[in-house]
């Protein structure tokens, strides 16, 4: 990306840092001026500056100076909607950015409140399901779309009362070092790619009551691809990193490298292709996970009749895990929701495809996960004799809980094809009464050098309708 060499200070514009003087128009105004006078930095010093939403132009940049915050003004009138409701557009542009030490504050707890109020007065109408007002009528904090060549560095983003950043159809876009503070209210994911083109992911801290970082795929002629995610932190009281739920499209050639998960409701990682979309050529390399629900869930579903998903060549490599033994977000502001109860903990790695729609070219290598254990046997749907009548739940919302219980402590694979296994390390550290690996209608798969580590000795092994399954 260029950066204009003009810095223009906010107050030459009359915006004001009291935090009171609602700067929308000034705003909008010296973007607009530096926009026509060939792009440059508008530059926001020391204090609060109170908006609504602004809208930036290409070759335009704003600077949170170290001090500064841009406030999301209270009131939900001051907020325009394009596909969605944000403090901050950027539709049909390039070379834009925002820089600094500074930060963006959604004020969005108090947003959703007044959101709240203004549809039970009848003022708008709203489905208002779940008690909540619909993600697209709560202000994000940054909405991009269609944009080539746009950085966003260094910021932090706290308080937004929807999805925190959505980067929609964008093309040569730059995240790094920003700080996520993503608790105020739900869905509050803390990164939304969707089909964007040539993404980095880098040195960011990301705490979301919500998934931390999120691919998506809105559009079935769309790819997102090109990504890479890489030295971030992550705690989220659903997914860490998760691509799928929208996945009409297509996702390519990601990489996600060292990067660090803690606390993590749900998944560490979700590769879920459930809407006709495919999910290809992913590499996963150098994850430590600590106090996760689960470590790994891959999975193909057919959320949308007749629109089959397909997951395939996807590579773990130098992984460490921890399994959570109770809820790994407890005590956070807004926790994950208990469901999918009875169930035990569930097993560390789970890859479930459907019976038509295989999982096939996975593999995984020098992976260590450390389970807690402690199954329950009272759960008798995870009897082995139970395998047949584990529900496909095509049509369901995935998340590796919603089988229920499972008939593994460590690894269940169902539906599968070319699966390698390499240098594994399972560790049960409690006495657990089922099985570490069961693998149900899998085929052409190899488990090579694996160490399973459990309190009793017991087959480590079960097999249902699967095929040339080598085991050393």
């Known amino acids: 990306m260029q950066l204009y060499a003009k810095d223009y200070s906010a107050s030459l514009f009359g915006i004001h840092s009291d935090g009171v003087t609602l700067n929308t128009r000034s705003i909008q105004f010296a973007i607009d001026y530096i926009n026509k006078n060939g792009g440059g930095t508008l530059v926001f010093h020391v204090g609060r500056y109170l908006t609504g939403s602004i809208h930036l132009k290409s070759c335009v940049t704003l600077q949170l100076q170290e001090g500064a915050v841009l406030l999301g003004s209270l009131n939900p009138f001051d907020y325009d909607k394009e596909l969605y409701m944000a403090l901050v557009f950027a539709y049909n542009q390039h070379d834009v950015g925002i820089t600094g030490k500074g930060i963006i504050d959604g004020q ?4 959703a409140r007044n959101i709240v109020d203004i549809i039970d007065k009848g003022l708008v109408k709203n489905l208002f399901r779940n008690g909540r007002p619909e993600v ?6 940054i909405n991009f779309r269609s944009c080539e060549n746009a950085l966003v560095h260094g910021v932090t983003l706290r308080n937004s009362s929807s999805w925190v950043q959505t980067y929609d159809q964008c093309k040569k876009l730059k995240l790094d070092s920003i700080y996520v503070d993503s608790r105020a209210f739900w869905n509050n994911d803390g990164f939304d790619i969707v089909d964007c083109d040539s993404v980095s992911i880098t040195h960011c801290y990301v705490d979301a009551a919500d998934d931390g970082i999120c691919l998506k795929s809105h559009d079935s002629k769309s790819v997102c691809k090109n990504v890479l995610i890489s030295n971030c932190t992550i705690r989220s009281s ?5 691509f799928g739920t ?36 992913v590499e996963v390399d150098s994850m430590q996970i600590f106090n996760t629900g689960n470590v790994i869930f891959l999975r193909t579903g057919e959320r949308i ?22 809820k790994p977000d407890a005590g956070y502001e807004y926790e994950g929701p208990i469901e999918d109860l009875p169930r035990n903990i569930s097993p560390a790695i789970i890859i479930a495809g459907l019976p038509d729609e295989i999982i096939s070219g996975i593999s995984l290598k020098n992976i260590e996960v450390k389970h807690p254990g402690s199954g329950n046997s009272i759960y008798a749907k995870a009897s082995l004799d139970f ?22 402590w460590g690894i269940y694979i169902h539906h599968a094809r070319n699966i390698q296994f390499s240098n594994i390390t399972l560790a049960c550290q409690k006495r657990d009464y089922r ?25 480590e092994f079960y097999l249902n309708q699967s095929t040339d399954i080598v085991m050393k």
């Open 136 to 141: 697209d009528s709560r202000p994000m904090l």
């Open 238 to 242: 659903a997914s860490a990193i998760k």
């Open 387 to 408: 395998l047949d009548h584990i529900p496909e739940l095509a049509l369901k919302y995935p998340e590796f809980s919603m089988f229920g219980e499972l008939p593994s």
């Open 305 to 326: 009749a007749g629109k089959k998903g397909r997951l395939e060549n996807v590579e773990f490599n130098n992984i460490y895990a921890e399994v959570a033994s109770s």
């Open 108 to 111: 969005g707890r108090y947003v």
């Open 246 to 281: 929208a996945s009409r499209g297509g996702f390519s050639n990601i990489r996600i490298l060292k990067n660090k998960i803690f606390d993590t409701y749900r998944s560490a990682i979700a590769l879920e292709a459930v809407d006709g979309g495919f999910i290809e050529n």
């Open 435 to 459: 099985i570490p690996i069961v693998l149900d209608d899998v085929h052409q798969s190899r488990f090579i050098s694996l160490k399973i580590e459990q309190s009793a000795k017991k087959k």
